[in-house]
C-alpha cells in the first residue's frame, strides 16, 4: 500500500455557500482572501516574466482592495477583491452586469496598464521633461468625465471608452501596456499615427532603465482588504451610484424601439443573448460595410448587451428581422457618438 502523502485540499470558507443576500451582509474583512493560491498569481508571474524579458528589474507588488488602482507615490498594485474567488466574481457580474479583469486577456491588459501607472512612481518618470513634452504635465486635473474623440490617433487603443485620453498619466499607462507584451505588434499596428512617438519614447526610456533599480521602493499598501469593515452591500450600493451614467439617450430609447419587454414578449427570447450570438457577424459588417473602427465597434456592442440585459428587454419579432433592426440600431449609436464629439474630432 502506498503511503505517499495526498495533497491537501484547500477548505473553502463557509461564505462561499452563502446566497448574495447574505453574501452582501458580510464586511470585507470577514472574508479573509488572499492572493495566494488564488487565480491571480499565474497572472502576476506571467507580468513579472514579461518584466524580465524587457530587462526591467522592477517589479510591482500587490494586495488586494475593493477596486484596482496603483496610489500616488508607492510602486505598487491593488487588485479588486472578487478576482480572488470564483463565487465573488459571480456576485460581482450579478451586481454590475460584468466582471472588470473576469477573464486572462481582460485581466493581462488592467495589470499591464496599472503596472504603467506603478513604474512611473518607481522611477519617477513623469518629473522627466521628456515625458511631460511627450504626455503633458501629470498635474493636471484629473477629470471625473471626459469627452473622449472615438477617431483619435494621437492615443493608442487598449482598455475601453479611449481610456488613454482622460489624463496624460493614463495616456503613459495605457502606451506602456501596448507596448509591454513580449509579441506586442506596436510598430507595425501603430504605425502612421502620432502616437506611434509615444510607443517611441516608452521603448527608448524603459531599455535606458534596463537594470537599474528603481529610485522608489516603498512596499506600503492602501486601503487593504484586511483592515476594511464596510459590507459589501455597502461597497455596491456606492458603486452602482458611481458608476451610474446616462445612457437612456444614446442606449436605452434606441433599444426599447428594437425590442420588447419581458412584460410584452415573457417567452421572448433574450436580448442580451440574441446580441451576444449576432457579434461575430455584427461585428464583421459594422467594420468592413460602415468601416467603423473595431474598437469603437467593440465599446458599442458591449455597452449595448449590457444595457438590454439591464432593461430585461426580448427579441419582438422574426429572427431575419431583427438581426437588420440591431444592424441598424448600432449603426445610428455609433454615429451618434461620433457626432457628439465632433467638435473635439482629430485625427
Known sequence: MSTAARPVRRREPAWTRYDDESLLDLRFCDLRLSLSRSRLEASVRRLYAELEHKGIRFRPHFWLAEEWFSPDGIPGIAIPFYLAHPRLMRLE??????????????????????????????FGLRRRKAWRETFGKASSRYPTRYSPRPGSRHFVLHLGHWYAQSHPTEDFAETFAVWLPPRSRWRSQYAGWPAFSKLEFVDV????????RPRNLDRSVVEPLARNTRTLREHYRRKQARYEVDTRRTYDRPLRQVFATAEERPRGVAASRFLREMRPQLRRLLVRRARMHPYLVNHVMRTATQQARRLDLRVRGSSRRSKRDVVVLHERIMLDVLLRDRENFAL
Request: aromatic share 2%; proline share 0%.
Open 205 to 212: 526610456t524603459l531599455r535606458a532603465l534596463e537594470g537599474q
Open 93 to 122: 457580474r450579478s451586481r454590475m452586469h460584468e466582471v472588470e479583469g473576469g477573464n486572462d486577456k481582460w485581466l493581462m491588459r488592467i495589470l499591464r496598464h496599472e503596472t504603467g501607472h506603478a513604474i512611473d512612481t518607481a
